[in-house]
């Protein structure tokens, strides 16, 4: 039933973000302009590197949700979070690795589809996220995990890794 659980978050937050979304944004647009229409070398230079931080990204999201299913016995879902602070792996380099792996993939879709509204859409799940993980989150953690959450918060950053893991 956990499975089952965990799966039904994976396709209704990240599935819905990364494909459904961008997949409507092609439809609208009556298809996709690869290296937004410019000539070589440039196009070619915007699929390659959109390809990277979709690899990127896609690794982050399979890492933590690995990481929640197997250490947070939760789901990256809010109505049905994790029971256990998941601070190991790529948890331990950054506190938000899902959202992070989310945006590089939204990201590397926008370079990938040469679509402007692909692009606003990385910067509305962005600042959504900008605003939502501090203000609603990050609280709901700390009262959740307490002072186990204080400490990973004061050693592990929000967006920008650490070369070297927190050793707690």
């Not at 590397?108 to 509305?124: D, K």
């Not at 605003?131 to 920008?160: A, H, M, Q």
Request: with cysteine; hydrophobic share 50%.
């Amino acid at each position: 039933m956990y499975f089952f659980r965990h799966l039904l978050s994976v396709l209704i937050l990240p599935f819905m973000a990364t494909v459904v979304i961008p997949g409507l944004l092609v439809i609208r647009a009556g298809g996709v302009r690869p290296g937004f229409g410019l000539p070589f070398p440039a196009a070619p230079l915007f699929l390659v590197v959109g390809l990277l931080f979709i690899a990127a990204g896609l690794y982050l999201v399979v890492k933590t949700n690995v990481l929640f299913y197997r250490i947070g016995r939760g789901t990256l879902a809010p109505w049905d979070p994790t029971r256990k602070l998941v601070a190991q792996g790529v948890y331990r380099h950054v506190r938000n690795p899902m959202i992070a792996g989310v945006m590089a993939a939204l990201l590397g879709e926008g370079l990938c589809l040469g679509l402007p509204a692909a692009l606003c859409w990385w910067v509305i799940f962005v600042t959504v996220n900008v605003i939502y993980l501090p203000t609603v989150e990050e609280p709901g953690l700390r009262r959740r995990f307490g002072d186990e959450y204080e400490e990973c918060r004061k050693n592990v950053p929000r967006w920008i890794p650490r070369l070297r893991p927190w050793d707690k």
